[in-house]
T-cell receptor
Framework: DAGVTQSPTHLIKTRGQQVTLRCSPK?????VSWYQQALGQGPQFIFQ???????QRGNFPDRFSGHQFPNYSSELNVNALLLGDSALYLC???????????FGPGTRLTVL | QKEVEQNSGPLSVPEGAIASLNCTYS??????FFWYRQYSGKSPELIMS????GDKEDGRFTAQLNKASQYVSLLIRDSQPSDSATYLC????????????FGAGTRLFVKA
């Protein structure tokens, strides 16, 4: 049973650049949520995708966008990177009628 | 007032003792409650979910929920050094749609 996978593991970018992070959900899951986790903080909800649509969004600017594909995998795009975007980006998958979310290993983004 | 509050710790307990981790939340209508364990440099791992008032036991872990007091706790019996990690409390507020709100976590150290 494959768990949630994310790529890449680590990424270094400079201010103003754009980045795309990828996530494949756990087998049997159709819903993907993205979180940002700063050092010493809990994960902060960015948005959730279901049926290829953004179902809900947290308090993040429009620079953060996403996509879900027919195979339920998802991408998180961040434009015009700021130093403050440096964080661990987590993808979590779930069944659309379930509440339990399972996290991938995360992508560590560093913005210089 | 934060939506989900946890004591940041660190909480230090000797091996074999009971570790008690606490969490309060602000949305009285919240329905779903979760405990995640996060080792340093890793992603959160779901330990327990609880939806009804009372206790729920799973191995050495017991989750306790008191909706009237807006309080959820996690007890770890026979604590082991391998339990040393940050424990994240997460809540799905009734008015929050599909969003899950995480606390900042409590660091637990189990001394051998």
């Amino acid at each position: 049973d494959a768990g949630v996978t994310q790529s890449p593991t680590h990424l270094i970018k400079t201010r103003g650049q754009q980045v795309t992070l990828r996530c494949s959900p756990k087998s049997g899951h159709d819903t993907v949520s993205w979180y940002q986790q700063a050092l010493g903080q809990g994960p902060q909800f960015i948005f959730q995708y279901y049926e290829e649509e953004e179902r809900q969004r947290g308090n993040f600017p429009d620079r953060f966008s996403g996509h879900q594909f027919p195979n339920y995998s998802s991408e998180l795009n961040v434009n015009a990177l700021l130093l403050g975007d440096s964080a661990l980006y987590l993808c979590a998958s779930s069944r659309h009628r379930g509440n339990e979310q399972f996290f991938g290993p995360g992508t560590r983004l560093t913005v210089l | 007032q934060k939506e989900v509050e946890q004591n940041s710790g660190p909480l230090s307990v000797p091996e074999g003792a009971i570790a008690s981790l606490n969490c309060t939340y602000s949305d009285r209508g919240s329905q779903s409650f979760f405990w995640y364990r996060q080792y340093s440099g890793k992603s959160p791992e779901l330990i327990m979910s609880i939806y009804s008032n009372g206790d729920k036991e799973d191995g050495r872990f017991t989750a306790q929920l008191n909706k009237a007091s807006q309080y959820v706790s996690l007890l770890i019996r026979d604590s082991q050094p391998s339990d040393s990690a940050t424990y994240l409390c997460a809540v799905t507020p009734v008015g929050g749609g599909f969003k899950t709100i995480f606390g900042a976590g409590t660091r637990l150290f189990v001394k051998a």
